[in-house]
């Protein structure tokens, strides 16, 4: 097996993915699904290739919940953990949960996203772009 670009896991530990490649920019979502996915602020997501995703334990762990047509949120049945979404428009790339992956990560963020969302609580403090569309 070749050595991970990043290791992943669920908070229970029983989901363990291997990223074999590096990640794209991440990505902050404010959207209304996002924020009710995480019970937080915002979701921070990276595109990977879904060739690069290897389950190497608790695939009989994952669930998925189509939250839009043909947009599969993918997460731990156990603990519910959310690890990555998947679309069948472009079902090539998968969209990962940044926060599930073990140790430093390269990449980072580029924008915001979905800004007219925004959870009233939170403040955005940096100088990234905003958008209120994906
Ligand atoms: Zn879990
Ligand atoms: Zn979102």
Not at 89 to 111: E, F, H, K, Q
């Amino acid at each position: 097996m070749n050595e991970p670009t990043y290791t992943a896991s669920c908070l229970c530990g029983d989901v363990r993915l291997h990223l074999l490649a590096e990640l794209g920019d991440i990505d902050i979502c404010h959207c209304a699904m996002c924020r009710k996915a995480t019970g937080s602020a915002f979701a921070s997501n990276a595109p990977i290739a879904a060739s690069a995703v290897s389950v190497v334990a608790g695939a009989e762990r994952l669930a998925s919940y189509e939250s839009s047509p043909g947009h599969e949120r993918v997460f731990c049945r156990r603990c519910g953990s959310p690890l990555f979404s998947r679309t069948t428009a472009n079902p090539g790339v998968l969209r990962i949960r940044v926060g599930v992956i073990d140790g430093p990560v390269a990449s980072r963020p580029t924008a915001h996203y979905f800004v007219g969302s925004k959870a009233s609580w939170w403040s955005i403090h940096d100088g990234l772009p905003r958008y209120d569309t994906e």
